[in-house]
């Protein structure tokens, strides 16, 4: 780590007049009045790693502000030029409801024009799945979006994307990243923008996009039995509210319910403690309406649209929350179901999920004879597979368990627009077989098994922060446990060292996907347990699966408790509370 006085060099470097008074203004004031701010916006730089930029809005080389997007986007045209050359570049640019995104999306494409790109720029904030979808259309070459996805107001992002619509993978991840290291003085940055370059671009994409969404629509017939079922829908102050509501009603939905207060577009998220559709914080306002107007369905997406949060009817009439994993067990089912009773197979389909995502996805699978594939967390990976497969297999869907699904090809990033039209769908479907969605996961829970998973953050902040997760990780890696909650560990999969350990034969067999900090430990009981850092906030996430056998519906509640005291006594056990 840096020394004080080499933070405070670094510091008076941005006193120079290549920065903006308003920047040299806060880094004069953390030099003289706050020490602690000012080790933690210089000690050291915000890193482009393989997702983009994501950190806390300020002045400082480890914040989010024009001069490190600026060194992003530099560093990203560059490698461009040198894939493509500058003849004929093209590139979109989106943004969300944060704080400076539209501040940060107009820089980024000043940079691009500046290095002789043609700028696809949206007018104002659309959701991230639509600059997927317009950088397939306008056939650019790469794209940006602007986003901190649902991390609290203070933060903002910048995710690079590839000629596919999918964000950045092997090679180009790495070799971005080199050129954007070589971005080492603002002097670099061409700031200085060709207007005649940038192109606004608006409601004309929004319809060709809905229209693609509308297209997977299994089932339009029932929607229009059903067109009036009462659904509350809020987008938590972001982008969601200018495409979600379109796209249900050009699903057939007529009785859209919004919340008023989350409507408009905030990066403060005023009325909520999180923008995040994971936290029932997020979603009581929602629900509240929902009770109020007795609607049957309540669905809420994050700030860029991209994650999608469900509440439905328990079987006393509660509204409870879905989890991410519950949503896209029901979303896959709904798909592989239909398709089979619709004789839509051709025989070369395939779902997605994560390798931390509920098993119970590929019991489906298994059930419909469908094929699957497990990749790393991230829907970049979603998008190298579908490219990977374009002309041979058909992907028909898949999700993760933290709330992202996509539920079809055209665009190559989770997509909560189109989730939320075919949630609604498949609570029309239920309803023409008399239940709820809620009842629909129980009778999928009998047919092929009861999972319950369960996602455990230890939050660290800062750079004493980050010693720690990774001094954990080490810790588990090193001295793995023979035992958790009296169950053996039988195998262990390192995905930073590639290999599977099968304890119990004594054998090792390689992982085929990319290196990754995740360990995952399976027990003699069927627990699966996986383990990671956070690739976007300061934290180590844990995520328990356990599941056993529901006989019945009736049986529900009893085998929920028999799961949770199991979740809870493995948590206990490692000592996570």
């Given at each position: 780590?840096?020394?004080?006085?080499?933070?405070?060099?670094?510091?008076?470097?941005?006193?120079?007049?290549?920065?903006?008074?308003?920047?040299?203004?806060?880094?004069?004031?953390?030099?003289?009045?706050?020490?602690?701010?000012?080790?933690?916006?210089?000690?050291?730089?915000?890193?482009?790693?393989?997702?983009?930029?994501?950190?806390?809005?300020?002045?400082?080389?480890?914040?989010?502000?024009?001069?490190?997007?600026?060194?992003?986007?530099?560093?990203?045209?560059?490698?461009?030029?040198?894939?493509?050359?500058?003849?004929?570049?093209?590139?979109?640019?989106?943004?969300?409801?944060?704080?400076?995104?539209?501040?940060?999306?107009?820089?980024?494409?000043?940079?691009?024009?500046?290095?002789?790109?043609?700028?696809?720029?949206?007018?104002?904030?659309?959701?991230?799945?639509?600059?997927?979808?317009?950088?397939?259309?306008?056939?650019?070459?790469?794209?940006?979006?602007?986003?901190?996805?649902?991390?609290?107001?203070?933060?903002?992002?910048?995710?690079?994307?590839?000629?596919?619509?999918?964000?950045?993978?092997?090679?180009?991840?790495?070799?971005?990243?080199?050129?954007?290291?070589?971005?080492?003085?603002?002097?670099?940055?061409?700031?200085?923008?060709?207007?005649?370059?940038?192109?606004?671009?608006?409601?004309?994409?929004?319809?060709?996009?809905?229209?693609?969404?509308?297209?997977?629509?299994?089932?339009?017939?029932?929607?229009?039995?059903?067109?009036?079922?009462?659904?509350?829908?809020?987008?938590?102050?972001?982008?969601?509210?200018?495409?979600?509501?379109?796209?249900?009603?050009?699903?057939?939905f007529k009785n859209i319910i919004s919340v008023p207060e989350q409507d408009v577009p905030d990066g403060n998220f005023p009325t909520v403690?999180?923008?995040?559709?994971?936290?029932?914080?997020?979603?009581?306002?929602?629900?509240?309406?929902?009770?109020?107007?007795?609607?049957?369905?309540?669905?809420?997406?994050?700030?860029?649209?991209?994650?999608?949060?469900?509440?439905?009817?328990?079987?006393?009439?509660?509204?409870?929350?879905?989890?991410?994993?519950?949503?896209?067990?029901?979303?896959?089912?709904?798909?592989?179901?239909?398709?089979?009773?619709?004789?839509?197979?051709?025989?070369?389909?395939?779902?997605?999920?994560?390798?931390?995502?509920?098993?119970?996805?590929?019991?489906?699978?298994?059930?419909?004879?469908?094929?699957?594939?497990?990749?790393?967390?991230?829907?970049?990976?979603?998008?190298?597979?579908?490219?990977?497969?374009?002309?041979?297999?058909?992907?028909?869907?898949?999700?993760?368990?933290?709330?992202?699904?996509?539920?079809?090809?055209?665009?190559?990033?989770?997509?909560?627009?189109?989730?939320?039209?075919?949630?609604?769908?498949?609570?029309?479907?239920?309803?023409?077989?008399?239940?709820?969605?809620?009842?629909?996961?129980?009778?999928?829970?009998?047919?092929?098994?009861?999972?319950?998973?369960?996602?455990?953050?230890?939050?660290?902040?800062?750079?004493?922060?980050?010693?720690?997760?990774?001094?954990?990780?080490?810790?588990?890696?090193?001295?793995?446990?023979?035992?958790?909650?009296?169950?053996?560990?039988?195998?262990?999969?390192?995905?930073?060292?590639?290999?599977?350990?099968?304890?119990?034969?004594?054998?090792?067999?390689?992982?085929?996907?990319?290196?990754?900090?995740?360990?995952?430990?399976?027990?003699?009981?069927?627990?699966?347990?996986?383990?990671?850092?956070?690739?976007?906030?300061?934290?180590?996430?844990?995520?328990?699966?356990?599941?056993?056998?529901?006989?019945?519906?009736?049986?529900?509640?009893?085998?929920?408790?028999?799961?949770d005291k199991r979740i809870n006594d493995l948590i206990g056990d490692m000592k996570l509370t």
């Amino acid at each position: 780590m840096l020394s004080l006085a080499e933070i405070r060099a670094k510091a008076q470097s941005w006193l120079d007049k290549e920065y903006n008074e308003e920047t040299r203004k806060e880094v004069r004031e953390m030099l003289d009045k706050d020490e602690k701010k000012l080790v933690d916006a210089f000690y050291q730089d915000l890193e482009f790693g393989t997702g983009g930029l994501r950190g806390i809005m300020g002045a400082g080389t480890n914040r989010m502000n024009i001069y490190t997007l600026g060194m992003a986007t530099q560093g990203l045209s560059n490698y461009i030029i040198q894939q493509c050359g500058n003849i004929g570049v093209k590139v979109a640019i989106a943004h969300d409801c944060r704080n400076n995104s539209r501040y940060f999306a107009e820089t980024t494409a000043n940079i691009f024009s500046a290095n002789g790109f043609e700028v696809y720029l949206f007018e104002s904030l659309r959701p991230t799945p639509e600059l997927s979808f317009a950088i397939r259309h306008f056939k650019c070459q790469s794209g940006v979006v602007i986003t901190a996805s649902h991390n609290p107001p203070e933060y903002n992002g910048y995710k690079a994307y590839w000629n596919d619509g999918g964000q950045v993978v092997a090679p180009h991840d790495e070799e971005i990243i080199t050129e954007v290291r070589k971005i080492t003085s603002v002097n670099k940055i061409k700031f200085n923008g060709n207007k005649d370059k940038i192109k606004s671009i608006g409601k004309e994409t929004d319809e060709l996009f809905l229209n693609e969404v509308k297209k997977i629509s299994i089932n339009p017939e029932i929607i229009k039995k059903f067109a009036s079922i009462p659904i509350v829908y809020t987008p938590i102050h972001g982008t969601g509210i200018t495409l979600v509501p379109a796209a249900l009603k050009m699903f057939g939905f007529k009785n859209i319910i919004s919340v008023p207060e989350q409507d408009v577009p905030d990066g403060n998220f005023p009325t909520v403690k999180s923008p995040n559709p994971e936290e029932p914080d997020a979603l009581k306002l929602a629900i509240k309406k929902a009770v109020e107007s007795n609607a049957e369905l309540v669905m809420a997406t994050d700030p860029d649209a991209d994650r999608l949060g469900l509440a439905v009817k328990n079987r006393t009439g509660e509204f409870i929350l879905l989890n991410g994993n519950q949503t896209a067990v029901i979303l896959i089912w709904y798909i592989l179901s239909q398709f089979k009773e619709r004789n839509k197979y051709k025989g070369n389909e395939y779902i997605i999920k994560t390798i931390v995502t509920t098993d119970l996805i590929e019991k489906i699978a298994d059930g419909f004879n469908v094929e699957y594939f497990n990749v790393l967390t991230g829907f970049k990976f979603f998008a190298e597979l579908i490219r990977q497969y374009e002309d041979v297999k058909k992907y028909i869907g898949g999700g993760e368990e933290s709330y992202g699904f996509l539920p079809g090809d055209y665009v190559r990033d989770k997509d909560a627009v189109a989730s939320c039209a075919l949630a609604a769908e498949t609570a029309t479907w239920a309803k023409s077989k008399g239940m709820s969605l809620f009842e629909l996961l129980l009778d999928i829970y009998v047919k092929y098994g009861f999972y319950k998973e369960k996602l455990i953050n230890i939050v660290r902040k800062g750079k004493e922060g980050a010693d720690q997760i990774k001094a954990m990780m080490a810790g588990y890696r090193n001295n793995p446990p023979e035992k958790i909650n009296n169950s053996k560990v039988i195998k262990i999969n390192d995905y930073e060292m590639q290999v599977s350990l099968d304890i119990l034969k004594g054998t090792k067999t390689s992982i085929d996907l990319i290196k990754s900090d995740v360990l995952q430990f399976f027990l003699a009981d069927g627990t699966k347990i996986s383990i990671r850092p956070s690739g976007t906030e300061p934290k180590i996430k844990f995520y328990f699966s356990v599941n056993t056998k529901l006989e019945s519906r009736d049986k529900f509640e009893k085998t929920d408790k028999i799961l949770d005291k199991r979740i809870n006594d493995l948590i206990g056990d490692m000592k996570l509370t």
